[in-house]
């Protein structure tokens, strides 16, 4: 008998929105739609924060489909000055029942960034404790949806 064990990886990135204030919903609401489409069909679990301009994603699922995502995000017009942090084998996954959890603003991520010194939500400027720290506190806020 031949056993597989697949191994589940984990990564995620800041980056910076490039859309007009007019087209910000319109864009918010199709990376959500393709994110949880491409996610769902290819097993990939994890959460999308947007917040002052800045996107922060934290994606877990097999290591090249992760790597297929990476490449589309730097094609990826809606967004620029992309930082990627640690991409490592995952223990244990923080978002199994997400094909894409989405918040938005949320005062509880405000104060985790003030706590942590920053004066506002700038993920650029956050090492790969912080990251940690913040994927905790994302688990356990609620997903919103966009209207």
Known sequence: MIIIEIIV???????????????????LTAILSEARNFNYKHQISGVLYFAQGYFFQYLEGDLSTLNILLEKLHSDSRHHNIKIFEIKA???????????????????INQFCQSLGFESFKPHDFEQHHVDDLVRSLVNIESVELV
């Open 90 to 108: 995952l223990e244990q996954p923080q978002f199994p029942d997400w094909s894409m959890k989405y918040i938005s603003r949320n005062h509880q």
């Open 9 to 27: 990886h984990k990564f995620c990135y800041a980056s910076e929105s490039t859309s007009e204030k007019q087209h910000l919903l319109e864009d």
